[in-house]
């Protein structure tokens, strides 16, 4: 007997993309490849200095207050 595939769709999926910065299991590791150079970007882009030393949760953070100075991710 093989095992299918639940076809049922998630109801509601979970992921990180909703759970506060605050909540993150690894938000105080050291942030991403892709957190680093997106933060770069956006702080070349707002006039506004980069710290590489950030946890992944301070990147998510500051990322979206970048977001919201330069209207990107909007």
Do not use: H
């Not at 993150?24 to 006039?47: F, N």
């Not at 946890?55 to 991710?73: N, P, V, W, Y």
Request: charged fraction near 30%.
């Amino acid at each position: 007997m093989t095992s299918q595939p639940d076809p049922r769709p998630k109801d509601q999926p979970t992921g990180n993309a909703e759970k506060d910065p605050e909540n993150w299991v690894t938000g105080d590791e050291a942030m991403t490849g892709a957190q680093a150079s997106y933060l770069r970007t956006l702080s070349e882009e707002a006039g506004e200095p980069f710290d590489a030393n950030l946890t992944k949760a301070e990147a998510s953070k500051r990322i979206d207050e970048l977001q919201g100075e330069t209207g990107r991710g909007q």
